[in-house]
């Protein structure tokens, strides 16, 4: 069963700094992993999405990798904002079935 | 183009109640999946459905059901609701079931039980 884990579970910065969240799984048969954000009480929106032949995805200033050989990816910040305030959360999407399995997120919090 | 369109926002039902929870998908997107996320459990995937047919099905009880109409919109049903059915209930629609498309989801319905 994949089980997707994101460190850390909160992290606060002042505005200006670049950061790095972590997610980890536990099967490399992936077919690709996308990263999310949440504003409070709202839906999903799609920040990145790597497929598995891929090694890094950028958008602005978001700069995401994966290494599926060792069950990793990062989602590098640069210049952090206070409107990058928000949970981030990755998921996985099997090479088998169509469901996506998600990390319990990373709450960011950047301090103006 | 208009997003993923999630009917209602917000609802407050009473244990035993039944409730049904309505998504509009992406125009032309035939694939759409629904999702539970509490605080204690995460984003949990209840079922998926393509072509008004259920794709794949995520370990819920049988008092979670949904289905797909022809113009690819999707309701699910939630019977004698309990306590832990509160929840924000999400839906994701996208091109095609099973392939390595990017998901889109909606803003969720936030269901209440009490």
């Known amino acids: 069963k994949q089980e997707v884990t994101q460190i850390p579970a909160a992290l606060s910065v002042p505005e200006g700094e670049n950061l790095v969240l972590n997610c980890s799984f536990t099967d490399s048969a992936i077919y690709n992993l996308q990263w999310f954000r949440q504003d409070p009480g709202k839906g999903l929106t799609s920040l990145l999405l790597?497929?598995?032949?891929?090694r890094e995805q950028t958008s602005g200033r978001l700069n995401a990798s994966l290494d599926k050989s060792s069950g990793r990816s990062t989602l590098y910040i640069a210049a952090s904002q206070p409107g990058d305030s928000a949970t981030y959360l990755c998921a996985v999407k099997e090479t088998s079935g169509s469901r996506l399995t998600f990390g319990e997120g990373t709450q960011l919090t950047v301090n103006p | 183009k208009a997003g993923v369109t999630q009917t209602p926002r917000y609802l407050i039902k009473t244990r035993g109640q039944q409730v049904t929870l309505s998504c509009s998908p992406i125009s032309g997107h035939r694939s759409v999946s629904w999702y539970q996320q509490t605080p204690g459990q995460g984003l949990q995937f209840l079922f998926e459905?393509?072509?008004?047919?259920?794709?794949n099905k995520g370990n819920f009880p049988g008092r979670f059901s949904g289905r797909q109409f022809s113009n690819s919109r999707s309701e699910m049903n939630v019977s004698t609701l309990e306590l832990g059915d509160s929840a924000l209930y999400l839906c994701?629609?996208?091109?095609?079931?099973?392939?390595?498309?990017?998901?889109?989801f909606g803003s969720g319905t936030r269901l209440t039980v009490v």
């Open positions: 459905y393509f072509s008004e047919t259920q794709r």
């Open positions: 790597i497929q598995s032949s891929q």
């Open positions: 994701a629609s996208s091109l095609e079931a099973g392939v390595g498309l990017r998901y889109t």
